[in-house]
């Protein structure tokens, strides 16, 4: 079956059904577009997938610059600010009617509902740079993580002693070609079943990390642990705590970060209920559910390795057996990484097929769509931009990681960017206007002030994760895998 029809392949997938049927309103939303399936526990999924991801493997690391006392406190500061003002944006997904109002499809569409103007283009530079940035982080991640399965049985036949060194090079296209293949997925709401798997193998690599460092811990002997974490004049000089204090800020900023896509995964609700309430539940049901897991994983972690806790618990292989199940570990990481890369580019390939389809709507290459069977899927619709420019778009990533094979301080470097704008200042601010909050009210004083607040520590934690990225050029030696 072949046929040809013109539409935006962002929004629209041909649906034989529909056409059968005649009859189109009822598997239509209010706004036009096919009808959203999608439940708070498909959008819990989601979450679960775009947080707990590699940002977990840093936690032992982070905890460890900061201790006992700062460490539990940082993560626990990170989740009530995320959860705050998640559910602000929520808020946000209607305009100027939380449950009534006109849809916003994107971050930048709410920020233009909101507060207009050059905000729109900040949000815009500062959502889309990051999640390029986050796929590229995956990308990485995912090949380390590959890497270390091959690491993990080299060290187990020939002894720990072994360098093993592997070239990250080949894994990063391996990943690539896997990438290739799922962007080819059209759009968001496709993507509940890989969110779903994805979210079972994040539970799955951190209850194994866990129970790892549990195991550890009850063997000894302990490691040394402190109430400020790493020691100045033991572990390190006086400048190096004070610039890895600021990088693991910026690590735990990272491990909570998904409003770059919130709005995205809103858009797949259906209603009723009302989408910010079922957005608000899914919310609060994935931050507590990472916040649980990064705690257990940061201060079991800690204890396991102390302040020598390595950047990658799994892959920097503080744990060496039993190593199928450290293998079982990193092939969970990476086909997380394979779904979670899907929840991040997503938003990126609706932007540019959109934008392109308004620009050239009479362009066949870009707006045209092939219907096609294909063997246990039955109709697919197939474009050619969107193959040529989803392409495109993971050869660059893999490129740029191949390139760029920093992982801990990229992790922060990532966070700190994207941490102040999408998480705080955004939601914030169109709360304010949204409410018409007076200024200077007791609301509005403590709101700026966590606003500001949370400026500072992007900025200082930006600073240490270019510090950090600056020692890791000049100490790199191409063709060996992260340590």
């Given amino acids: 079956m072949t046929g040809q029809f013109q539409k935006s392949s962002m929004y629209m997938e041909h649906n034989p059904g529909i056409v059968e049927n005649g009859d189109f309103r009822k598997n239509l939303d209010d706004d036009g577009r096919p009808k959203r399936t ?89 959502q889309y740079g990051n999640l390029i940035g986050v796929t590229i982080g995956y990308t990485i991640t995912a090949s380390i993580s590959m890497v270390a399965v091959k690491r993990s049985n080299c060290f187990h036949k020939h002894g720990h002693h072994v360098k093993c060194r592997t070239s990250n090079n080949p894994f990063m296209i391996i990943f690539a070609c896997i990438q290739i293949l799922l962007s080819q997925i059209p759009n968001f709401h496709k993507l509940s079943w890989l969110s779903i798997i994805a979210a079972v193998m994040s539970f799955a690599y951190s209850s194994i990390g866990l129970g790892l460092s549990v195991a550890k811990v009850i063997a000894g002997p302990h490691a040394r642990t402190t109430l400020t974490g790493a020691t100045v004049g033991i572990d390190v000089s006086a400048s190096e705590k004070v610039w890895k204090t600021f990088q693991a800020i910026g690590d735990i ?54 302040n020598d806790a390595p950047g990658n618990f799994l892959t920097g292989f503080g744990f060496y057996e039993p190593f199928w199940l450290v293998d079982l570990a990193n092939i969970c990481i990476a086909i997380h990484l394979i779904g979670a890369y899907q929840v991040f580019c ?105 606003s500001w607040a949370c400026l500072v520590i992007s900025l200082v934690s930006a600073a240490a994760a270019i510090q950090g990225l600056a020692t890791d050029v000049k100490k790199y030696k191409p063709f060996q895998t992260e340590q």
């Fill in 38 to 126: 999608g439940t708070w526990m498909t959008a819990s999924a989601h979450i679960i997938t775009a947080v707990i991801g590699s940002g977990v493997l840093s936690l032992a690391w982070a905890i460890a610059q900061l201790g006992w006392v700062a460490g539990p406190a940082v993560l626990m500061a990170f989740s009530f600010i995320t959860y705050f003002t998640s559910t602000l944006l929520a808020d946000c997904y209607r305009s100027p009617d939380p449950v009534h109002g006109k849809r916003n499809y994107t971050y930048m569409d709410v920020v233009r509902a909101n507060l207009g103007g050059r905000k729109v283009q900040l949000c815009g530079l500062a």
């Fill in 253 to 306: 900023a990272f491990a909570y970060a998904y409003s770059t896509v919130l709005v995205e995964i809103q858009d797949t609700l259906k209603s009723p209920p009302a989408e910010n309430k079922a957005m608000k539940r899914a919310t609060s049901i994935g931050i507590a559910t990472t916040t649980v897991f990064y705690v257990l994983c940061g201060c079991v972690g800690y204890a396991a390795f102390g």
């Fill in 346 to 450: 997503q938003p990126i390939f609706g932007f540019v097929e959109s934008q392109c389809a308004k620009r050239w709507p009479e362009s066949k290459f870009i707006n045209s769509e092939h219907a096609v069977n294909l063997p246990f899927h039955g109709a697919y619709c197939f474009n050619s931009f969107r193959l040529v420019w989803r392409t495109a778009y993971v050869v660059m990533t893999a490129v740029l990681a191949m390139l760029f094979p920093f992982f801990n301080d990229f992790l922060g470097l990532l966070g700190a960017a994207s941490f102040w704008p999408l998480t705080v200042y955004f939601p914030i601010e169109m709360y304010i206007a949204r409410t018409k909050m007076p200024r200077f009210s007791f609301t509005w004083t403590w709101m700026k002030i966590l």
